[in-house]
């Protein structure tokens, strides 16, 4: 079984500033993506970056990067030039590689983290 | 509206009481998911479903029941509400052939 851990129930940062959220998994898995989910005030769950784990290069979509160590199995998000709209909860997610059979596709998340981005 | 939708999104009911929540997708994906969300937890898999008919355990599905006799259906049935089962209840499908999962909007359970 997989486990995810997310060691920050909250984070703050001032806008425009830079914050890294951190995240720690376990598995005995080689093929694996690790996601970044956002949840703002309106619930609803949005992707915002994932990584696969056969790819050495950490996965960058505009303002959000990971820091991706395999070996440490370590996975944390950095957010550039943070924005009064990433103010949310966000949380780290674990998925085993592959697309055959009932074993796949489920996620495990961490607890999630609170951050809170300051004007 | 093309997507996934849950029904009802709002629901108080008492303990003891069978309650179904509903989830109903457009994609014809053939994977969903039921999630519980619990706040220091997360959201922690309650049941999946890999095709119609198909369905198995995840990690807390005590106090659940699923079915799924069409593709684009999955409701969630707590046959004796308890106090422990007030959470929010997230449904989520995926294709079999991606990675991603879609998330519906939740239903918040409240059970008194």
């Known amino acids: 079984a997989q486990t995810v851990t997310q060691s920050q129930p909250e984070m703050s940062v001032q806008e425009a500033e830079t914050v890294t959220l951190s995240c720690t998994y376990d598995t005995s898995e080689n093929n694996y993506y690790l996601f970044w989910y956002k949840q703002p005030p309106s619930r609803q769950m949005i992707l915002v970056i994932r990584?696969?784990?056969?790819?050495?290069q950490n996965a960058t979509e505009n303002r959000f990067s990971v820091n991706f160590q395999k070996a440490a199995k370590s996975f944390s998000l950095k957010i550039s030039d943070s924005q009064l709209g990433d103010t949310a909860m966000y949380f780290c997610a674990f998925m085993k590689h592959g697309t055959g059979g009932t074993s796949y596709g489920k996620l495990t998340f961490g607890q999630g983290t609170i951050l809170t981005v300051h004007p | 509206d093309a997507g996934i939708t849950q029904s009802p999104r709002y629901k108080i009911t008492e303990t003891g009481r069978q309650v179904t929540l509903m989830c109903h997708q457009t994609?014809?994906?053939?994977?969903m998911f039921w999630y519980r969300q619990d706040l220091g937890h997360g959201l922690r898999l309650i049941y999946y479903s890999a095709a119609a008919d198909i369905t198995d355990k995840g990690e807390v599905p005590d106090g659940y029941v699923v079915s799924r006799s069409k593709t684009e259906n999955f409701p969630l049935t707590l046959e004796s509400a308890t106090r422990s089962q007030t959470s929010v209840y997230f449904c989520?499908?995926?294709?079999?052939?991606?990675?991603?999962?879609?998330f519906g909007p939740g239903t918040r359970l409240t059970v008194t």
């Open positions: 990584q696969e784990a056969y790819k050495q």
């Open positions: 994609w014809s994906h053939s994977y």
């Open positions: 989520a499908s995926r294709q079999a052939t991606t990675y991603e999962q879609y």
